[in-house]
């Protein structure tokens, strides 16, 4: 799993989250404040245009990059969660980057940063099945519909972390918006790394 | 979508034009996105340092000056800003006597304060304190989740901890002080109807010609509960009553009362809903100290309004009184 | 109609007692619908009341105090108010030194105010001058007409007048002043959205979503053409262009520059708007000298704003600049 | 034409006022500012009132008692143009009413106050035909037929007076309210006084 595939990983990223960017809005609208679409988009094209112009030499340099450009132009809880993520990441990277491993560091940072437990209807709900599902040794084809799964379940939820939880039982009945970015990012990887695992 | 605007994109960066050239006392740095008090930084006073989503004006870039915040990061619509902007503010403001964070309860604008003050105190040694406004009474406390939003209280925590640390006196004080005013203060807020996000074009959420939507924030979240359209006394007592049961308001100097208005709400209306919250509080027994009535903290063109009552001691109504000298807030200078 | 109000027909009883709540250092008179400065009659000052039909907070009673108006009258929404009250607010600031009526030039409000002349100088012997307030280029001005509305000059005309009398300045002089301002000023205004009359409980126009209206005045009276909506910087040389052509604002000490909201819409687009109209200024070599940036006189809940231009000579902006303590714009004191 | 006649015009103006102020309120509202049927309602019910509380003795007390308590109520310009109006007609009451004499003064009031022209789409456009009318030696239900045709000439006109000016051409298409508050005033007369005159 070489920089350049996880660079591919990165971009495939930043494509679906352009192309659903309505989506997730949408879905932010319904429960927060209607910005997770906007806010993911306008990081991940700052991402790939750093990346157009400073391709990164090695997987832990490339995940610092993308932490911190996220950190310096998401904002919003987004911001610092993705960012913390990445940053992990990259601090978890060795010279071949173990998917499992690399995400678990991600999760571990995510989980830090927001204090969210599983069940608290955040990105933590799509992420921590993707990596459980990585950890048991399954493909990322696999890990990926874990992490959809993760987000399907939770529509039913009543959100105790982020905007959605002033909606109090309000909340229930509409997917997290981050947990479906969550989602995009595990089918990235399904699409650009999955026969690299 | 009817808005005074040019491309949604960049509304905010076309505002911080318009609002460097009415305000050429105030200094704005458009690369970072930051308004700052034009004698900055001044040596030996805590700064004050606050920001947030834009779309609240005019909250916080409106309340930069001496008596209340030395500088105001502006963040894309409704969404935190990010910790660049906060580092440069707070370095742009350290008189050398530690740096206050004013940040309103949202997880994003938790984290990218957090952020930031780890940034600037690792980087550049500069103390930092933050305080966290969490006023909502519409939003239920929890240890398990958020907790509540910040609204209306801010504007007050500016003024009165800008007030105090325009004393002279030091960060710890200047600290307790706006903690207090938060812990004094609660909110609440209704909408009669949805704001419009630029970007998004069109209502964040649909309302109906007879509903209304109480218990809303300032991001255009759905509120509590939707309830048909009622009159100026029956919308005062949905706002006023869920604040007196949460706080013990008797007994100090009264209250600093605080009728907001969303955006799109003309002033006449404003009046009105005084008129009728003064009269609840009369009937509990609760003098009116002060009053603040007007637009202050915003949720882009939403109508609706949001009541804020802050129990006052002696040093509160004394700092409340003090100059204070920015856009949006003035007095005494 | 969603309005934060009880029945339609106690808006304006139950604004004032909101704001007299709301401002206890402003006398109200309920009977009379006046507001009068707490210290009236000043001996020996010219007595400066204004008034007209309820609608455009905070026009006229939020600049009631020192350094502006000595009284108001509160006329029904958008319906001048009545001889008697404009000769109980005549009474009550008449310092000896005689009364200054400022007057938007509408039909209702000239008649009423100068059957109140007539009365209260026949009856109680109290000098009275008037000036009339026509600054908007919307109107062709013309002899067979009843000439140009009074818009957003008032504000400044108010103000600089106010700090003419309160320097002590004989009515003769103050009138002068406040003709000069009234002569160097012209406005236009534009709605995004009609108002609604609260009595109407309907839009008084109807104005679908891809559609303004340029050149209204206060009274949701409809404009001189409708046009489809355009970005701010097209809106901006709408209304400035016609300003511009119709007085030769150069070679003086620049403008002051208002940008008014109308009533909903939120001060973010006005600094939008701020920024548009300066930036047309600065490229026809007109320099900013003030400015002034809110909604100060609305048109009830319309969205939309109008663009003043003052041109300023030295004694102008010293009386602009003078000190200020109304409910409505303060500073300096 | 004794006061008790001209007391029972009175009233059925204000009771015609009031049947018809949504109308009158509709026509300002296309080319003024939608308030002359409170306007003039919020008037009438006050004369209406006084009347109540205290009948009046002579023509002139009565006709100067409505003139005042209109001055007093009403505002805007309908308040002291009507006002000036029945002052003026106060003074022009002798002992025996001549419709066509305290008209006349009526009218020249109205001209004195506002200066408005024939032809300026104003409420004179159905007063002076009226005037004219009665001077001629007609019936006050001739005088009211007169005014309703006065009324109607206003529509194709361009506004040069009150608030409709400001709309120039738009003005044009429209009755004028003030014009038509006129003709409810001449009905009323019709109605109670025509068997009189
Ligand atoms: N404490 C938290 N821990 C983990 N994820 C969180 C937390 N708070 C919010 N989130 C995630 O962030 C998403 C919202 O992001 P975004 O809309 O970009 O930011 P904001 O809420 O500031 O507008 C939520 O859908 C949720 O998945
Ligand atoms: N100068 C004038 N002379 C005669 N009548 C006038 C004049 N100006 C206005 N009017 C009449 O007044 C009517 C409007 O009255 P109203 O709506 O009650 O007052 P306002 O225009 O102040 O809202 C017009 O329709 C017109 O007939
Ligand atoms: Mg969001
Ligand atoms: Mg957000
Ligand atoms: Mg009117
Ligand atoms: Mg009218």
């Given amino acids: 799993m070489d920089t350049e595939a996880l660079t591919a990983w990165i971009r495939e990223f930043a494509r679906l989250i352009s192309a659903n960017k309505a989506?997730?809005?949408?879905?932010?609208?319904?429960?927060?404040?209607?910005?997770h679409g906007a806010n993911m988009d306008r990081g991940m094209t700052a991402v790939v245009s750093v990346l157009d112009a400073e391709p990164q030499e090695s997987p832990s340099a490339l995940f610092k990059k993308v932490g911190m450009t996220l950190i310096s132009k998401v904002g919003g809880a987004s911001g610092p969660l993705y960012g913390t993520a990445f940053l992990r990441m990259a601090a978890a990277a060795g010279?071949?980057?173990?998917?499992?491993k690399v995400l678990r560091a991600g999760l571990d940072g995510v989980i830090a940063r927001g204090k969210a437990e599983p069940g608290d209807k955040t990105m933590v709900d799509a992420l921590a099945p993707a990596v459980a599902a990585l950890e048991a040794g399954k493909s990322v084809q696999a890990a990926a519909a874990a992490a959809d799964q993760g987000r399907e379940a939770t529509i039913p939820l009543v959100a105790r972390k982020g905007r959605a939880s002033y909606l109090g039982e309000r909340s229930a009945g509409h997917a997290d918006p981050g947990a479906t970015s969550v989602t995009l990012l595990l089918a990235a990887a399904a699409t650009t790394l999955g026969d690299k695992a | 979508m009817k808005k005074l605007i040019n491309d949604p994109a960049n509304v905010i960066s076309d505002a911080l034009l318009g609002f460097a050239a009415?305000?050429?006392d105030v200094r704005v740095d458009y690369e970072n996105r930051i308004v700052v008090r034009g004698d900055a930084p001044v040596q030996g006073k805590v700064g004050l340092v606050s920001g947030g989503g834009s779309g609240h004006e005019p909250l916080h870039a409106g309340f930069v000056g001496p008596g209340m915040l030395d500088a105001a990061c502006a963040g894309e619509v409704f969404t935190s800003p990010v910790p660049d902007q906060m580092v440069a503010a707070t370095k742009a403001v350290d008189g050398g006597a530690g740096v206050l964070h004013i940040v309103k309860n949202y997880t994003g604008d938790i984290m990218n304060f957090e952020l930031a003050a780890e940034m600037v105190e690792a980087e550049h040694g500069t103390q930092v304190v933050s305080v966290v406004v969490d006023d909502d009474v519409a939003v239920q406390d929890s240890l398990y989740t958020a907790g509540r939003r910040g609204v209306g209280a801010t504007v007050l925590v500016e003024k009165i901890a800008g007030a105090a640390a325009e004393e002279g006196r030091p960060l710890g004080e200047v600290a307790d002080v706006a903690r207090r005013v938060n812990s004094y203060a609660r909110s609440m807020g209704l909408a009669l109807t949805s704001c419009t996000v630029p970007a998004a074009g069109k209502p964040t959420f649909d309302l109906p010609e007879g509903e209304m939507e109480v218990g809303i924030g300032i991001h255009g979240e759905p509120g509590r509960r939707r309830v048909p359209v009622a009159p100026a006394n029956e919308i005062a007592d949905?706002?006023?009553?869920?604040?007196?049961?949460?706080?013990?308001?008797?007994?100090?100097?009264?209250?600093?009362?605080?009728?907001?208005?969303?955006?799109?709400?003309?002033?006449i209306e404003l009046y009105v809903m005084f008129n009728e919250v003064s009269q609840i509080l009369a009937k509990a027994g609760i003098p009116v100290a002060r009053s603040l009535v007007g637009p202050y903290i915003t949720s882009l063109d939403m109508a609706g309004c949001s009541v804020t009552l802050l129990k006052a001691d002696d040093e509160i109504l004394r700092l409340w009184d003090a100059p204070v000298n920015t856009p949006a807030l003035r007095r005494g200078v």
Same sequence: chains 1, 4.
């Fill in chain 1, 23 to 35: 989506e997730l809005t949408e879905l932010d609208s319904a429960i927060g404040d209607g910005d």
């Fill in chain 1, 95 to 100: 010279d071949d980057v173990d998917l499992a």
């Fill in chain 2, 22 to 24: 009415a305000h050429p």
């Fill in chain 2, 238 to 267: 949905m706002l006023v009553s869920p604040i007196l049961s949460d706080l013990d308001f008797t007994g100090g100097e009264g209250v600093i009362a605080f009728v907001n208005g969303m955006g799109a709400t003309p002033l």
